[in-house]
């Protein structure tokens, strides 16, 4: 049967399909992912006058708190807020998170130590549910006549040559067309895999050799926190790391962060009575509340962290790649939500400077990678700042000189933290910048140590 034979049907609402056949898509587009970056660009695309379809493989996340899967909360900066802001989401976003003012470092000796995020009360983070957040954007966005929700939408590939799509519903072959896609699925974004065959393009994913896996600290009788709460928590050890965002509720949600393999790994600390021993040894902060911490150890899983680059994010007029489908990021710099935020508004900002699709495409493609490329090794550094260095005398006085630094010349001299949260400086040059200021500080601080080991070398003689 040919397709111009096949049952046209112009409106599919929510997941309710009346028969296989082909939906013809006329004027629309098709967003294949309905997680952040999804909701996200759907949202823009409706606000900027365009019909979408979004189909996503979960349930609704709105009907089943558990359909958003398992998650690491979200640190919400300036990038992220200035997408909210434009989609006119920002004030309700932010009543629904936890401001965290800095974060405070608990070392195995049992001291604390309290890093501010910025200068002042404006450079802070905001901690945020993923699951609360993707169902707000989708809320919104369904309030638009434009927008069609069709959930429990498995995408199984797309004839490029004829643009037509093909989907599993429930078991049930579904075949539609559209004016043009948006790949928003995710690291292992099957839309990015079924775009690049057969054309000349290259990926490549590096899995962490460390995994993770969340627990949850609850609020105390009274409600309220039993830790600070407008703060980020690190517990740095030899072999582990634990990361802490705060919930409104007053709890936080630990994310463990361990090696797969090794002495002391997810390999080796299985059930709950190993997980208790080696907490007490690498955590002793966290001794009064181990048990409740623990209580799920053996029901919750271990997930994997990858980061993914490719140099193909567009095919002609039809696809574009959006978030992690085209750069996945290691969570250690916050930026994943926030990157694939600024992502959306930068692909709108070249529909809208470019008559024809495949020059906003490539547009925003060339204007964009550069700086996730730039993301990724930064979150990689980070993720060793965070299990090492942190604890290091040398490194937390470079980090005081570089605030210090900062609040005597704001307009000169920005620390990378600070670039990368708190501006929309673009990552590459951040990066750039920091490292022509690291040299300043390496040279500073290595005089003073030279003058330092002079005076001793003096004394001694």
């Known amino acids: 049967m040919s397709i111009e034979q096949l049952n046209i049907e112009s409106e599919i609402k929510s997941a309710v399909v009346s028969a296989p056949g082909l939906t013809k898509a006329s004027g629309r587009v098709a967003v294949i992912g309905g997680g952040l970056a999804g909701s996200m660009i759907a949202l ?107 959930f429990e939408h498995r995408f199984v590939n797309f004839d490029k040559a ?23 699925d995710g690291a292992f974004s099957a839309v990015r895999r079924e775009m690049q065959k057969g054309e000349r393009a290259a990926y490549n994913q590096e899995f962490l050799e460390w995994g993770y896996k969340e627990l949850n600290l609850s609020a105390s009788t009274d409600g309220k926190s039993r830790i600070e709460l407008t703060a980020l928590h690190i517990w740095p050890a030899i072999e582990g790391l634990i990361v802490s965002h705060p919930n409104l509720d007053g709890s936080h949600t630990l994310t463990l962060f361990l090696p797969f393999e090794g002495q002391e790994s997810f390999a080796k600390i299985r059930k709950t009575e190993q997980a208790e021993a080696y907490f007490k040894h690498q955590f002793p902060s966290l001794k009064p509340w181990l048990n409740e911490i623990l209580e799920n150890w053996e029901s919750h899983s271990v997930g994997s962290l990858i980061t993914t680059r490719t140099d193909q994010w567009a095919y002609e007029d039809w696809i574009v790649l959006v978030g992690d489908a085209c750069h996945a990021q290691y969570p250690f710099y916050g930026q994943g939500m926030n990157s694939a935020f600024e992502d959306c508004c930068l692909l709108i900002e070249n529909l809208q400077k470019y008559a024809q699709k495949n020059q906003a495409f490539k547009a925003f493609e060339q204007q964009r990678k550069p700086h996730t490329d730039a993301l990724a090794e930064l979150s990689k550094l980070n993720f060793l700042e965070l299990r090492e260095k942190v604890r290091s005398p040398i490194f937390i006085a470079k980090k005081k000189l570089d605030l210090l630094l900062h609040r005597l010349f704001p307009k000169v001299w920005l620390p990378l933290y600070s670039m990368i949260a708190h501006t929309t400086i673009p990552y590459n040059e951040a990066r750039k910048r920091a490292r022509r200021q690291e040299t300043i500080i390496n040279g500073f601080v290595g005089s003073v140590l030279v003058l330092i080991a002079s005076c001793i070398f003096v004394n001694l003689l």
């Open 162 to 184: 004829n643009r037509i799509l093909h989907f599993d519903f429930n078991g049930q072959e579904i075949t539609t067309k559209a004016d043009w896609v948006v790949g928003a």
């Open 44 to 150: 823009l695309l409706v606000q900027h006058g365009y019909e979408v379809d979004l189909y996503e493989r979960r349930i609704d996340p709105r009907k089943d708190k558990l359909a958003g899967g398992r998650s690491i909360n979200l640190g919400l900066s300036k990038r992220g807020i200035q997408a909210l802001k434009q989609v006119g989401l920002y004030e309700e976003a932010i009543s629904r998170t936890v401001k965290m003012t800095g974060r405070v470092l608990h070392l195995p000796n049992g001291s604390e130590k309290y890093q501010p995020y910025g200068k002042n009360d404006n450079e802070i983070l905001h901690s945020i549910d993923r699951n609360e957040l993707n169902r707000l954007l989708l809320e919104r966005a369904e309030e638009s006549e434009a927008l069609h929700l069709h």
